[in-house]
C-alpha cells in the first residue's frame, strides 16, 4: 500500500492514516477466537508511505500485535510510524511492555483508535511514549475498535460481560410448539452461523431447565482446528444437572453456578456430581436473587471476575426473560424462520403483562440479513 499523506488540519488525519487503521482493524479481527481474555489487537507499522510489518495477537500469553508487527519490520521499524488498534500496554504482564518494544525499534510516532480501559494501562502507555519524545495521537477510527471488543470494554468498565442472548422464532414469534418440539425451526444456515457466535464468545450461559429439558452440547462443533470450547456456565440453582448429562462429558470446561444450602449438604453434593462428570467441572456457590435462584447479576459479575469478555446465552423463555426484565442483555440475534407455529406453541421470553405501549422496551435493529431462508436481527436497546 502507498498513498501519498495530503496535508490535514491539526487533530485530523489522512486518508492514507484510515487506510493503515482499518489494515489494523481487520488484523485485530483474526483473534475473535482466541485473544480471550486480553482484547483483540492489531498493529501496522508504516515507513516512508508504506507499510513495512504487520501483526495482531493471536492468543492470550503469547506476544502482543507490536511485537509481531516489530519483528514483521525489522530494521525498517526505525524511524515509523506505528498504528494500533488499542493503547499500547506499559506494564508487565505475562509479556513485556509494548511500550518498551516500540521505543527500543526506534519508532517515532504511534497512532491508537481507543484508549485502553484496563486499569493497569488507561491512559500510562500513551503517556510513557510522550515522556520519551514520541509523537502520540488517538481517537482514529476509536468506534470501529471499541466495537471490535465489546466484551473486553464491558468487563472493564462494568465488571461483566457483554452479554448476547441468542433466540430462533417463528414469524409469530414462538419458539417451539406447546409439546416442546423446536428441532429445527431455523435453516442448517443459522445454526451454522450460530457455531461462529459460541466459537467467538468465552462462554455460553444456560440454565439447568434447559439443559434438563433438551441435554444440549453447548460445543463449538464446526471451524478451524483447534478449536477453543467456550467455558459452558449453567445456572443450577438446586444442582438438579446430572453428572451424565452431555455439558459434562463433551471437550471443554463446565461450571454450575448455584445457591448454598446448608439443609442440602451442598458441598458433599457438589463434590460427588463432579467426581461422576468432566474432571474440568466444577459447582460455584453465589448469592439468591429475590426468587430463591441465582442472582442473575451476581451470576455475571461472577463471569467478569474470572475474565470472561463475551457471553452468548442459550435457554428457554424463564432465563431469557429474567435476564430482559433485569435489563442485563447487551445485544439480541434473533434468528427469524418464515414459518408459523401458532398461539398455543412457546414464547420467545416470559414477560409480564403491559397495560401501556408506552411501557414496552424498544430495541434498535443495528444489522440485518439474510442467513440461508431465515432473516438474523441484531438489536440494542434504544431509539437512536
Known amino acids: ?22 489494515r489494523a482493524l481487520e488484523l485485530a479481527g483474526r483473534g475473535r477466537c482466541s485473544t480471550h481474555p486480553n482484547p483483540r489487537v492489531g498493529c501496522v507499522l508504516v515507513a516512508d508511505g508504506r507499510i513495512v510489518g504487520e501483526g495482531w495477537h493471536e492468543r492470550a500469553g503469547e506476544p502482543h500485535a507490536e511485537t509481531f508487527a516489530l519483528r514483521a519490520a525489522g530494521a525498517k521499524a526505525r524511524g515509523a510510524t506505528a498504528f494500533v488498534t488499542l493503547e499500547p500496554c506499559n506494564h508487565h ?7 518498551e518494544a516500540l521505543l527500543a525499534a526506534g519508532v517515532t510516532r504511534v497512532i491508537y483508535a481507543v484508549a485502553d480501559p484496563n486499569p493497569r494501562v488507561d491512559g500510562s502507555g500513551a503517556a510513557r511514549l ?16 471499541e466495537q471490535l471488543n465489546l466484551g473486553f470494554f464491558s468487563r472493564m468498565r462494568r465488571g461483566r460481560p457483554w452479554l448476547r442472548l441468542k433466540l430462533a422464532a417463528s414469524l409469530d414469534g414462538r419458539t417451539a410448539l406447546a ?24 462462554a455460553i450461559l444456560s440454565s439447568s431447565g434447559t439443559v434438563l429439558a433438551d441435554d444440549p452440547a453447548l460445543t463449538v462443533r464446526s471451524g ?12 443450577d440453582s438446586r444442582l438438579r444437572v446430572p453428572a451424565h448429562a452431555r455439558v459434562f462429558r463433551e471437550p471443554g470446561a463446565t461450571v454450575r453456578l448455584a445457591v448454598r444450602d446448608a439443609r442440602r449438604g451442598d458441598e458433599p453434593v ?23 435462584r441465582v442472582s442473575l447479576r451476581a451470576a455475571l459479575a461472577w463471569m ?56 414496552a422496551p424498544r430495541w434498535r435493529i443495528h444489522d440485518l440479513r439474510m442467513i440461508g431462508t431465515d432473516a438474523r436481527m441484531m438489536l440494542r436497546q434504544g431509539d437512536e
Open 270 to 292: 457438589a463434590a460427588r456430581l463432579d467426581a461422576a462428570g468432566n474432571a474440568t467441572a466444577r459447582v460455584e456457590f453465589l448469592e439468591a436473587g429475590a426468587d430463591g
Open 130 to 145: 510522550r515522556a520519551a519524545g514520541l509523537e502520540v495521537r488517538d481517537g482514529l477510527m476509536a468506534a470501529e475498535a
Open 224 to 235: 478451524p482446528e483447534p478449536r477453543r470450547q467456550p467455558l459452558r456456565v449453567i445456572l
Open 304 to 359: 467478569g471476575q474470572h475474565g470472561l469478555n463475551e457471553g452468548w446465552v442459550e435457554a428457554g423463555p424463564t432465563l431469557a426473560g429474567a435476564l430482559l426484565r433485569e435489563g442485563l442483555v447487551d445485544e439480541l440475534v434473533l434468528y427469524l424462520a418464515p414459518t408459523l407455529l401458532g398461539p398455543d406453541a412457546r414464547p420467545l421470553a416470559l414477560w409480564p403483562a403491559l397495560e401501556k405501549l408506552a411501557d
Open 1 to 22: 500500500m502507498a498513498v501519498a499523506s495530503d496535508a490535514v488540519p491539526a487533530g485530523r488525519f489522512t486518508s492514507f492514516e484510515h487506510q493503515a487503521m482499518a
Open 179 to 202: 409439546n416442546g418440539e423446536s428441532r429445527w425451526i431455523t435453516s442448517a444456515a443459522a445454526r451454522e452461523d450460530v457455531q461462529v457466535w459460541r466459537a467467538e464468545s468465552a
Open 93 to 99: 504482564g505475562r509479556t513485556p511492555p509494548c511500550t
